[in-house]
């Protein structure tokens, strides 16, 4: 146990054992848990600046063929892709940090 004073306050720091490691059954269990999720992109909200395209990971975000009422070509959510155990939503929530209109929404499932 290691001793350290910061802004006047004694804190405590215990060194984790790295040797430990957890059990086999629930190291299998973080292995297959994967993250998944999908988002939803108000089509007329979005002016087509297309930096939700940019930045998603797995290219799950295209252009849509059709315009919005302001006349704009939307993003648009395209979950349906060659392997879709390769391509699927992570949920990073990176298209919704990056969309300056705020027209998207993420679901964690």
């Known amino acids: 146990m290691h001793k350290c004073l910061q802004n006047d306050i004694m804190v405590r720091y215990i060194p984790f054992p790295h040797s430990v490691k957890p059990p086999v059954e629930s190291r299998a269990l973080m292995i297959k848990k994967k993250k998944t999720g999908r988002i939803s992109i108000d089509s007329e909200l979005c002016k087509g600046c297309y930096l939700c395209i940019s930045v998603c990971p797995n290219q799950l975000i295209v252009?849509?063929?059709?315009?919005?009422?302001?006349?704009?070509?939307?993003a648009k959510f395209s979950q349906s892709g060659s392997n879709p155990e390769d391509r699927t939503c992570t949920a990073c929530a990176l298209c919704a940090l990056m969309c300056p209109d705020v027209a998207i929404e993420v679901y964690r499932e």
């Open 63 to 74: 252009v849509s063929d059709t315009l919005n009422q302001k006349g704009y070509y939307p």
